[in-house]
């Protein structure tokens, strides 16, 4: 149950359960990775996803935001570019910056589900998949 509670200088608690459930709050899905929206305020968006082992996302990019990525549990692989040519992996406590507008994939070469906080600079996040 979400409970959000509001305090005179503009600050609030957001109790809740996040689920990467594919929301359109959150910008829906990309392939095998799913999203959840967490909270929006202040010019920013934060939420979950969520990436099966041996999965992968289609290539996509979020138009001029720019996306943090914190790796929780499991390992995100980053196939950055059109072409793909850059390559890299983030494990648990590891970040990711993703600049907006860079076409990216992502895809999980560990055992075990991925399971990232994500941020963005906008309260709207916007997902464009390419496939």
Known sequence: MEEKIDFP???FLLTTSVVADNADSAGGGSGGLARGSAVSGGGMWMGVSELAAGHDSVPHHHDDQTTIVHVLSGSMTFTVGVDGTEVFTAGPGDFAVIPGGVVHRE???????????VVRNSETPTVRNLE
């Open 9 to 11: 200088s503009g600050c």
């Open 107 to 117: 895809s999980n070469p560990s055992s075990e589900l991925c399971r990232c906080i």
